[in-house]
């Protein structure tokens, strides 16, 4: 949960304030009066939501605060954007029988074989149902989900565990899949990677539909709900997720999970507000209690009261109104007042976000995270898989700029039975180019498939955690190497792709006049550019408070790299979660940023906060932002600019 007074807007902490609008003494808050103004200007735009720790903070016709105190509000993770108030419907796994055990005679291995591999053939058969009706109806990324499961149902290992275990151990098929099963789960659980770890639950559903069978157990289905709900689970299976009603599912809310789970993949993809990793939801929300999933903001209120009810309904019409009046602008440029024009991309980690990136209106994909190739379950990362994966996205964008990273594995995204994950260290570890320039052989399949693909559209490749011209020049020439291979296989490749690197180490910032006299551009990784400037593990929620991208040694390491990029005729990208902050959006005008990446919901509110502003009042902005000694003043001083620019909206 938050610390008590604080505002969080946009995911970002602003400093705090008190009940009757002034500054809370001692932390370095703004003036009540300047932060109501400020977030009285925003607050209409989708994606922002103003919260309280104990309450909601809402605006009355004279933009007084209120709190709602008799109701409960948690903060999670924001899985996919949007909100939704409904009934709550707990999805819980307590109906789950108990496995029986007891011993078997040495003959009757055998026959506990055979009904093994009859549960396998009957459960085959369900996923294959399944997997041929998500094919039509959702689309690839959803039905690989599936065929991941096939793979696990056929696996040799798998199989060959529980023959060996039945002819040793002389127990039951249910015990011994359930024991095995456990083995394996605790392997993927013990992961510091939580991509990983969240593969555990594909082993842990594979294994329950097995013994489904064999106990001639039918739970409930998700895909028979009648009515619309706020669906509650811990843990919500991806099978469970793929049959389930997409029409009757208003929002989902879930103790556990991630970004990158695949309930959150398919929450998006399904366009269902979802709020992930809340620990203790199905705990404290009753069966058919009401409930409000603000997706957006990662928030969820339970219980809540009229003025709760009527205050959301009135930011869910807002929301919808905004978003549908943004959305004009798609085809607009993000051009400034002044005539200033700048370029707004999108990320992307999966090729399913690609109908989402176009419907906002991305310019092109500004990042595109290649190692969920070698992450996601049932994808071998050989080369012509990537290729296949990497020319899918070029075709689909056109003429549109596509700027794939090369692997960025270690640190907190581990590939499993390579990378050690008992290292002391990881985030300054075996990772991203260090690891790829380990791995040589590894390293130029992704760059041949990547030169492959360039013919198919308009490619640009970048690598990750530079760290100074050592490793740039080392990443050259095993690009040149892989360039080498293919001409001499006949395959062809553009010549003229770009290259450029990721400025997210400070060593990189600093000595960013260097590395731009070869590189063809810079795209700025604010995300580890924190963290790693300011000596923040950005995942311990204890110091997370500390990870203040404001914070003035930052912004200088900011606008160091963009200086450097522009004295050598190159732009300056930013791929990091600062650019999709429309409270960011003037201040990085302002220090010179020329291309802006981010999820592609977050493209219109930052596209209009942009139309709206002059590049001459960003570049004073920035000036004095620049000039200030502390990230509270920083965030004082944006707010007042944006009170002052954006009250009329």
Not at 376 to 402: C, D, F, I, N, T
Not at 506 to 527: E, Y
């Amino acid at each position: 949960m938050p610390a008590r007074g604080l505002v969080y807007l946009n995911g970002r902490q602003i400093p705090a304030f008190n009940a009757e609008n002034r500054a809370a003494p001692g932390k370095g808050g703004i003036p009540g009066n300047i932060k109501m103004k400020a977030l009285e200007a925003i607050r209409g735009f989708p994606g922002v939501l103003i919260s309280h720790a104990d309450a909601i903070v809402t605006f009355d016709s004279g933009a007084s605060i209120g709190y709602l105190r008799k109701m409960e509000c948690l903060s999670g993770i924001s899985a996919s954007s949007g909100s939704a108030i409904g009934k709550a419907f707990l999805y819980l796994e307590d109906e789950a029988p108990e496995i029986p055990r007891y011993g078997i005679q040495k003959e009757q291995a055998g026959k506990e074989w055979e009904r093994f591999l009859s549960a396998v053939g009957e459960a085959r058969a369900e996923v294959e149902a399944l997997l041929a009706s998500s094919s039509r109806e959702m689309g690839r990324e959803q039905a690989e989900l599936l065929e991941a499961h096939l793979l696990m149902l056929e696996d040799e290992e798998f199989h060959s565990r529980i023959k060996g275990s039945l002819e040793e151990r002389l127990e039951n098929v249910e015990w011994v899949i359930r024991d095995i099963a456990h083995e394996f789960t605790q392997k993927l659980l013990s992961s510091p990677d939580s991509y990983i770890r969240e593969r555990a639950t594909d082993i842990a559903d594979v294994a329950r539909r097995i013994i489904y069978k064999l106990l001639s157990i039918r739970k409930f289905s998700l895909a028979d709900l009648t009515e619309e709900v706020i669906l509650v689970v811990h843990d919500l299976l991806p099978m469970d997720a793929l049959v389930m009603n997409k029409e009757k599912v208003k929002g989902i809310v879930m103790d556990m999970g991630s970004r990158t789970s695949h309930t959150a993949i398919l929450a998006r993809a399904f366009e269902i507000p979802a709020v992930l990793g809340l620990s203790r939801a199905t705990r404290l929300i009753d069966n058919g209690g009401q409930v409000i999933v603000d997706g957006t903001a990662g928030q969820v209120v339970i219980d809540p009261d009229a003025a709760a009810l009527k205050h959301y309904k009135s930011v869910s019409s807002r929301y919808r109104r905004s978003a549908k009046e943004l959305l004009q602008y798609k085809d607009y440029p993000a051009e400034t007042t002044d005539g200033h024009r700048v370029t707004l991309k999108a990320n992307i980690e999966f090729p399913e976000e690609l109908e989402q990136v176009l419907r906002y209106g991305a310019e092109g994909i500004g990042l595109y995270r290649s190692e969920f190739l070698f992450l996601s379950p049932g994808h071998p990362a050989e080369e012509e898989v990537q290729y296949q994966a990497y020319r899918k996205v070029l075709k689909a964008m056109g003429s549109r700029p596509v700027t794939i990273r090369t692997l960025d594995l270690g640190g907190d995204k581990l590939l499993p039975n390579i990378q050690d994950i008992d290292e002391k260290n990881p985030l300054l570890g075996w990772r991203a180019v260090r690891f790829c320039l380990s791995l040589p052989e590894l390293f130029k399949a992704q760059l041949r498939a990547l030169l492959r693909a360039s013919v198919e559209g308009n490619l640009r490749i970048m690598f990750p955690m530079i760290s100074g011209m050592e490793e740039f020049i080392d990443v050259l020439t095993v690009l040149e190497e892989a360039k080498e291979e293919c001409r001499k296989k006949g395959q062809p490749y553009n010549e003229a792709m770009p290259v450029g690197i990721m400025i997210e180490i400070p060593s990189a910032a600093v000595i960013a006049d260097i590395l731009a006299k070869k590189a063809d551009f810079f795209s700025l990784g604010t995300n580890d550019l924190v963290q790693y400037s300011l000596a923040v593990d950005r995942g311990n929620e204890k110091i997370s408070y500390l990870a203040q991208p404001f914070h003035p040694g930052v912004l200088r390491l900011i606008k160091t790299a963009i200086d450097a990029a522009h004295n050598q005729g190159i732009k300056a990208a930013l791929c990091g979660e600062l650019a999709g902050d429309p409270c960011a959006a003037p201040l990085l005008l302002g220090l010179g940023l020329d291309e802006f990446s981010m999820n592609a919901s977050a493209l219109p509110l930052v596209k209009k906060i942009i139309r709206d502003s002059s590049m001459e009042d960003c570049r004073a902005l920035a000036a004095e932002a620049l000039a200030c000694s502390s990230w509270q003043r920083i965030t004082l001083l944006v707010e007042e600019w944006m009170a002052e620019f954006f009250s009329d909206e």
